[in-house]
């Protein structure tokens, strides 16, 4: 089992900043994924962005330039840096971690941290 625990969301006022961290405890395999999730009210949850454990990022096209992830292997943890805030990035975060083990893939998920941005 990997807990994940994000913290960081909040209210911000648009073209502001904040940065959501996710630490993972647990079980957790060497070679992993970590990423972020977001999901809009009245929306489907979208990937955001991901990094593997040698720093390769991978962002949604229409985040990046303002969206910047990185992570912390010595304390298992990720990091969301969201600049120029805007209403449409209001949502919950959800931090995910994937691994693969042989033929067992693992996949957990945090329980999500509120981002609000005010116009």
């Known amino acids: 089992q990997v807990q994940l625990v994000e913290s960081g969301g909040g209210l911000v006022q648009a073209g502001g900043s904040l940065r959501l961290s996710c630490a993972a405890s647990?079980?957790?395999?060497?070679?992993?994924?970590m990423g972020w999730y977001r999901q809009a009210p009245g929306k489907q949850r979208e990937w955001v962005a991901a990094i593997t454990g040698g720093g390769m990022r991978n962002y949604a096209d229409s985040l990046k330039g303002r969206f910047t992830i990185s992570r912390d292997n010595a304390k298992n943890t990720v990091y969301l840096q969201m600049n120029s805030l805007n209403a449409e990035d209001t949502a919950v975060y959800y931090c995910n971690y994937k691994a693969r083990a042989g033929l067992n893939e693992y996949e957990y998920w945090g329980q999500g941290t509120q981002v609000t941005v005010s116009s």
């Open positions: 647990g079980s957790i395999f060497s070679i992993n994924v």
